[in-house]
T-cell receptor, first 113, second 113 residues
Framework: DPKIIQKPKYLVAVTGSEKILICEQYLGHNAMYWYRQSAKKPLEFMFSYSYQKLMDNQTASSRFQPQSSKKNHLDLQITALKPDDSATYFC????????????FGAGTRLSVL | QEKVQQSPESLIVPEGAMSSLNCTFSNSASQSIWWYQQHPGKGPEALISIFSNGNKKEGRLTVYLNRASLHVSLHIRDSQPSDSAVYLCAVSRETGNTGKLIFGLGTTLQVQP
């Protein structure tokens, strides 16, 4: 059974709309992350949370807002979607925010038309 | 801004051969270096990490780190068709970091039966 659940697996949206990407982890980890993988680009760090507190934000745009309602949840709200936002978004977790192994979910593939 | 470059872009080896993948990074102060494996449609999965200069062996995997030359390599002994995947090199930025990893673009490995 997957220990990090991302929903949905595929998502198609129209330009200007808003979507929420869901992530839940059942590894008992205290740190969670969002990464983005676009075509021809390396996997890119977006956010990190530790004990539900934002630790680092490397996204330039406020259109991307993480939401942590519970320790094992870290959703990603994206507003005013643009075609450039098309990518696969990966949620990950680790025991804590120090030098630990990251465990990744299977990703949500977002296409913005 | 830390950069991670991987070579070759793609590699084809026969079953049973040694596969050798390379990674260079731009900051000698980078902490741990990680290798992740990513199969199509899946999230990356951690394989092995190294912190100290020298080598580290786990099963069929050996990783060599040379901080002076900013170079790390991954060697897969007795390569199997199931090893066919994209291999990502990643570096962590600083001690007590926020869990941010900087990834390279990856090497696509194909092991032919």
């Amino acid at each position: 059974d997957p220990k990090i659940i991302q929903k949905p697996k595929y998502l198609v949206a129209v330009t200007g709309s808003e979507k929420i990407l869901i992530c839940e982890q059942y590894l008992g980890h205290n740190a969670m992350y969002w990464y983005r993988q676009s075509a021809k680009k390396p996997l890119e760090f977006m956010f990190s949370y530790s004990y539900q507190k934002l630790m680092d934000n490397q996204t330039a745009s406020s259109r991307f807002q993480p939401q942590s309602s519970k320790k094992n949840h870290l959703d990603l709200q994206i507003t005013a979607l643009k075609p450039d936002d098309s990518a696969t978004y990966f949620c990950a977790s680790s025991q804590d925010n120090t030098q630990n192994t990251l465990y990744f979910g299977a990703g949500t593939r977002l296409s913005v038309l | 801004q830390e950069k991670v470059q991987q070579s070759p872009e793609s590699l084809i080896v026969p079953e049973g051969a040694m596969s050798s993948l390379n990674c260079t990074f731009s900051n000698s102060a980078s902490q741990s270096i990680w290798w992740y494996q990513q199969h199509p449609g899946k999230g990356p999965e951690a394989l092995i990490s190294i912190f100290s200069n020298g080598n580290k062996k786990e099963g069929r995997l050996t990783v060599y780190l040379n901080r002076a030359s900013l170079h790390v390599s991954l060697h897969i002994r007795d390569s199997q068709p199931s090893d066919s995947a994209v291999y990502l090199c990643a570096v962590s930025r600083e001690t007590g970091n926020t869990g941010k990893l900087i990834f390279g673009l990856g090497t696509t490995l194909q092991v032919q039966p």
